[in-house]
């Protein structure tokens, strides 16, 4: 006799979280990178693990791991979660690398070489936000900061020439100049800022929950669709 297959009942939910709402990770409702690997990853779990995305602050998130939540955090890096989370929770192998970029306006081009070649300059910072290799430098005098609420604002800056440069994602400023339609206006500097790789942070979760998403992140790079998401979204491996 055939066994039956799991019902949905028998499924463990699973929550996801992330605190990134623009693209590629979020584009529009239900669209963008996040939710195309929540898809993925219902597909493989079917039958054991429901997986539901949802879009926090990121101190909403803290909260929720040192309140001892189960649940998985996307696209983070161990460095920025602290070195007690790095030994607390499990991590998966790196999804994609990326990288933090200096971006500036085409007419008054900035080549990142290292800090000291950004002396001197104004950054279009965001309110309350630390910069890695950068925030010595302001607080020395030798660049000046002009915060904004977001990276579109800061873009837009560039544009109109009240800023020399700013800095972020490649991931996320790379769609954002696209939509803005000012690719020609902005230029990008080939040594970036710094590079680092996202992963899956596990909070709190059963052995077999961790294999699971292990071993799942494993096999993405012989996944066909997560090879034409890669592409879709321009990721570096």
């Known amino acids: 006799m055939a066994c039956p297959?799991?019902?949905?009942?028998?499924?463990?939910?699973?929550?996801?979280?992330?605190?990134?709402?623009?693209?590629?990770?979020v584009t529009s409702k239900n669209q963008g990178l996040s939710h195309e690997l929540i898809?993925?990853?219902?597909?493989?779990?079917?039958?054991?693990?429901?997986?539901?995305?949802r879009l926090l602050p990121r101190k909403r998130i803290d909260l929720l791991l040192s309140d001892g939540i189960t649940g998985l955090v996307l696209f983070v890096n161990p460095s920025w979660m602290g070195l007690r989370n790095l030994q607390k929770y499990e991590?998966?192998?790196?999804?994609?690398?990326?990288?933090?970029?200096?971006?500036?306006?085409?007419s008054r081009k900035v080549d990142f070489t290292g800090p000291e070649s950004l002396v001197g300059l104004t950054l279009g910072g965001i309110i309350g936000r630390k910069y890695e290799a950068l925030d010595e430098l302001v607080d020395a005098g030798l660049i000046k900061r002009d915060d904004t609420t977001s990276e579109k604002s800061n873009l837009l800056k560039l544009c109109e020439k009240r800023i020399d440069f700013t800095t972020g994602p490649e991931t996320m400023?790379?769609?954002?100049v696209a939509s803005l339609c000012i690719d020609g206006q902005i230029y990008f500097?080939?040594?970036?800022?710094?590079?680092?790789?996202?992963?899956?942070?596990?909070?709190?979760?059963?052995?077999?929950?961790?294999?699971?998403?292990?071993?799942?992140?494993?096999?993405?790079?012989?996944n066909p669709k997560w090879i034409a998401i890669k592409d879709k979204y321009k990721l570096r491996d």
């Open 5 to 25: 297959l799991p019902s949905r009942a028998e499924e463990q939910f699973v929550s996801v979280w992330s605190y990134y709402c623009f693209p590629p990770f």
């Open 173 to 176: 400023l790379r769609p954002l």
């Open 91 to 106: 991590w998966t192998p790196s999804l994609f690398s990326d990288r933090n970029v200096i971006v500036s306006n085409v």
């Open 39 to 53: 898809e993925l990853l219902n597909a493989r779990g079917q039958g054991r693990f429901r997986f539901e995305l």
């Open 189 to 222: 500097s080939p040594t970036p800022l710094f590079q680092y790789t996202r992963h899956i942070l596990i909070s709190d979760a059963s052995p077999a929950l961790s294999e699971f998403i292990v071993q799942f992140v494993r096999e993405l790079p012989a």
